[in-house]
């Protein structure tokens, strides 16, 4: 009878500690999931052009993401940016394939540099009416679509859209706020 009760003791006894262990396990999974940062949807962050300054007929500013209150996602190192009018104006994206991503949350920002000129004659310019960045995720984890666009209107003025020197030059994410002049 002895070794009847320590055989039942000893299987309750292993029964709740795989029981807590599975608990464990399970509870670590979902953490470590909740922990991964998802691709940051168009709702998730605001955007900003950012003055960075001027000289010698170069232009510098940048488009800033700043996450809302409670978010947490990623940006890829490379952003989709393009403009709206200044149809002779091309976008050169220069940042490298494989830039980092960057994690903006609750508050934080990242910035997109941007650089052009405004040296030529007024006919050989042209002023965009706002510049776009599509964000990396189109639905939310539930499956829900949102709309990836983003516009913001554009307000420095004249591009170069001439021959020579027609380009809005796009740099890679970097962390933090954007610098100003």
């Given at each position: 009878m ?8 000893a299987?309750?006894?292993?029964g ?18 909740a922990?991964?940062p998802?691709?940051c949807?168009a ?12 000289g010698?007929?170069q232009?510098?500013a940048?488009?800033?993401?700043t ?15 393009g ?38 004659a ?26 990836p ?5 554009w ?27």
């Amino acid at each position: 009878m002895k070794n009847i009760r320590r055989i039942a003791i000893a299987t309750a006894v292993a029964g709740g500690a795989a029981a807590i262990f599975a608990g464990t396990a399970s509870a670590a999974t979902a953490d470590s999931s909740a922990s991964s940062p998802l691709q940051c949807t168009a709702n998730q962050f605001s955007t900003k052009l950012v003055y960075g300054g001027a000289g010698a007929g170069q232009r510098q500013a940048a488009l800033q993401f700043t996450a809302n209150p409670g978010e947490r996602c990623v940006l890829p190192g490379q952003a989709d940016v393009g403009l709206v009018g200044a149809h002779n104006v091309l976008v050169n994206n220069e940042a490298p394939a494989d830039a980092p991503p960057v994690l903006i949350a609750n508050g934080s920002s990242a910035y997109v540099p941007l650089h052009w000129t405004a040296i030529g004659a007024d006919d050989e310019q042209q002023t965009p009416n706002a510049v776009t960045v599509t964000a990396p995720a189109a639905s939310n984890p539930h499956g829900d679509p949102i709309d990836p666009n983003v516009t913001v209107d554009w307000t420095f003025g004249a591009v170069d859209a001439n021959a020579d020197s027609h380009t809005l030059d796009v740099g890679a994410l970097t962390g933090g706020v954007a610098p100003t002049a």
